[in-house]
Structures are given as structure tokens and as C-alpha cells.
């Protein structure tokens, strides 16, 4: 059920203390933005990103309905739209949402008129749709559709990204929601990547036969996107030893549990620490290879969430490691660091119809340690 709002509206109305730290502000209004840029000029660059907007309580995720963002919050099930004059304006509440540690609303994603969004409902996750109604500044909520119900969750490792691929499928990531060896379980759907039709159904030419599993072996992917060739690219959160970086094939196997990183470096994190662990391939047949990251890092470095794929480079969103990693597309094994510790924890970044990039921080998620303003949604042209 949503309930629908259209004026502004207070935060969240609880405290966050999910970790046993508050959320800063947690009573006071979604503000408008205060600009660190000169947003007149129309294109702040990475050392000055504008401020978009500030007050937002534990966002997840940004998905542009026209030229409008929508934003998520985790906690409260509320989607606001962001006005141009930096205001958040909540469009509906999910009363559904429910969850500890790291579940609650989380993905959005919007094809033509609808929106759909991913969420933990009680002792499950969820996806859902609704229409879109109205025009910018007016934006509402249909009515309510599930188009898929019984994922499993958990307080942790849950994924919980949602997007429009080029071929017009709806993906979704799914963490192995505390249970290791469910992402090598190809009927199971925790650690997984998942393919199917807007309307929630298995496509027919997916890689598992009758199944909506695309890709296996995945501890918590967080981020997943597209370069102009159709090639698809994933973020993932490894334990204790390496985050990855992974180019996604149909059927592919990424290696969880039993390998953690590229697997001549694979350590603490994998049962196995080497390619070809008994789970086998992305077949399940016992030999088979598990696929390397082009790219890993600490988590300490990265823990990262949210991807975008730009003409040139591929940003990845970094929690603990509080800065965007910038790959080169055409040098997938190399990056560079931006705001590096600048705005804390960042969750979510994507790139806007006017080529500029917007980036979700997430300090008031529990974990971070918020400053006055956040959390903030930040912009700046590449």
C-alpha cells in the first residue's frame, strides 16, 4: 500500500540506530539546496559539485523520470522528486517497508511512465511498480502492482539495485542474504543477478532455462550499468579481503563463496581461493572456471554501491571507502579516486539526460557520521 502525499513533508520520524548511531535531523523537513557551485554556469566540476539538494534520510537510489530525479529513502519507504529549486517532495510512501541493518527500500527505476522499486516487506523483498501521474513539480503514484514477491532477505546482503537494460529487461541484484552457499545454488535466487521482463516473468531466452537467474555466484552486488556496446558491467561488496569490479556475461559464475576477488589474489574472503571450485562454472558442472573482476579493491577502499557508465569511464559509488572510482572503459584494470573522504559515505551515482553526474551520500544510513545538511545529492559535469 502507498500512501500519497503532495506537499512536503517531515523526514523519516525515527531515529536511525540500526548501528546505535542517530540519523542527523531526523525531524526536519527535506531542504532545499545550498550551493557549493555556481550552478548558474551550468556545470560544476568535481571539485566543486552544486548541491542539488540537501535533508534527505538515508537515501539508496536516483532514477531520473524526464529530466526529474526520484530518490528513495531506506528507512522512512518514502520516493521524493527533487524540484529545480533544490526542494524534495515526497510523491508516495511504500507502507511496506520494513527491515533492519541494511533492508528497507532500496532500487528504483523508471521505464516510460512507471516507476518500479525494490524493497524488504516483512520476510520478504519485493518488486513492485506504479504509474507515474502528473507532471514535474505535481509528480504522484499509481496504484500499487507486485510483479515479483518471495525473494528472500535479511538484515544484510541484499542487493537490491534495479534497472532498464538495452534490450528493455528490468535486472535486479540480489545479495546471498547471509546464506554463502545459496550463490552457488543455481535454484536458488539470493547471489544472483536477475533478468526478466517488465512484467516480472522469465524471459525466454534467458541463460538457466525457466529461471530468472542471469549471472551466479555474487556475494551483494550493488551496482549494475551498460557502456553504449551493450556491455554489462557490476559493482560488488566482497568480506574481508577484496570488492570487485565485474564485466557480467549471461550464465556467467562469479566465483562467491569460493573465490573472493581475482582468483590468484583470492584470500580470507573464499572457501577455495582459486578458479574452478567444486561448485564448478556458470553450468554447475564440477571444473568449470568462475570469471574474474577486471578490477578489485579493498573495502576499506571501495565497498561500493551504486555504478554509472559514462562514454568514457565507469563511476562506482564507495561506502566505506567515501569516494567515486573512476574506470576508464578503455582500461577496465586501471581507476582514479575522486572526493576521496570530501562528503563521507556515497551510495548511489547516475548519470543525468544532461550528461552531468548526480551522487547520493550516505551518512545518515546508521554508519556514517553526518554533517548538517546531509544527506546531500550532489551534481558536477564530468
Not at 16 to 44: F, I, K, L, N
Amino acid at each position: 500500500m502507498v500512501a500519497l502525499l503532495t506537499a512536503c513533508s517531515s523526514g523519516a520520524g525515527e531515529t536511525d540506530d540500526r548501528d546505535g548511531t542517530a540519523s542527523a535531523g531526523a525531524e526536519s523537513e527535506s531542504s532545499g539546496a545550498q550551493s557549493g557551485s555556481d550552478s548558474a554556469a551550468g556545470a560544476p566540476d568535481a571539485d566543486s559539485p552544486e548541491v542539488v539538494a540537501t535533508g534527505l534520510e538515508a537515501p539508496w537510489s536516483v532514477a531520473f523520470t524526464g529530466d526529474t530525479p526520484l530518490v528513495s529513502e531506506r528507512d522512512s519507504g518514502r520516493i521524493l522528486e527533487i524540484g529545480d529549486d533544490g526542494q524534495a517532495r515526497e510523491i508516495g510512501r511504500i507502507d511496506e517497508v520494513s527491515g533492519s541493518g541494511e533492508a528497507g527500500l532500496h532500487g528504483l527505476a523508471v521505464d516510460d511512465d512507471r516507476l518500479y522499486a525494490f524493497f524488504a516487506a516483512g520476510t520478504e523483498n519485493r518488486i513492485v511498480r506504479f504509474d507515474l501521474l502528473g507532471e514535474a513539480g505535481d509528480l504522484s503514484l499509481g496504484e500499487e502492482e507486485t510483479i515479483l514477491d518471495g525473494l528472500p532477505t535479511a538484515n544484510f546482503h541484499n542487493g537490491g539495485r534495479l534497472a532498464l537494460g538495452p534490450d528493455r529487461m528490468l535486472y535486479a541484484t540480489l545479495g546471498d542474504t547471509g546464506d554463502r552457499d545459496s550463490a552457488q545454488d543455481e535454484k536458488a535466487l539470493s547471489g544472483k543477478i536477475l533478468r526478466m521482463t517488465p512484467d516480472g516473468q522469465v524471459p525466454d531466452d534467458n541463460p538457466f532455462g525457466d529461471s530468472l537467474v542471469f549471472s551466479m555466484g555474487h556475494r551483494n552486488p550493488q551496482g549494475i550499468g551498460w557502456d553504449d556496446e551493450g556491455t554489462m558491467y557490476a559493482s560488488e561488496f566482497g568480506q574481508d579481503t577484496w570488492d570487485e569490479l565485474n564485466v557480467i556475461e549471461a550464465g556467467g559464475n562469479y566465483g562467491w563463496p569460493e573465490v573472493e576477488g581475482i582468483a590468484e589474489d583470492a584470500g580470507a574472503g573464499g572457501d577455495a581461493g582459486r578458479a574452478g571450485g567444486d561448485a564448478g562454472g556458470a553450468g554447475g558442472d564440477a571444473g568449470g572456471d568462475f570469471i574474474d573482476p577486471v578490477q578489485q579493491w579493498s573495502p576499506a577502499e571501495a565497498s561500493p554501491s551504486g555504478l554509472a557508465v559514462t562514454d568514457d569511464n565507469i563511476l562506482i559509488a564507495g561506502l566505506r571507502g567515501e569516494r567515486l572510482h573512476q574506470v576508464p572503459l578503455d582500461d577496465l584494470s586501471t581507476s582514479t579516486e575522486l572526493w576521496s573522504g570530501e562528503h563521507g559515505r556515497l551510495r548511489d551515482v547516475v548519470q543525468a539526460p544532461d550528461g552531468s553526474l548526480l551522487v547520493l551520500t550516505n551518512n545518515t544510513d546508521g554508519r556514517g557520521e553526518p554533517g548538517p545538511d546531509d544527506d546531500r545529492l550532489l551534481r558536477f559535469t564530468p
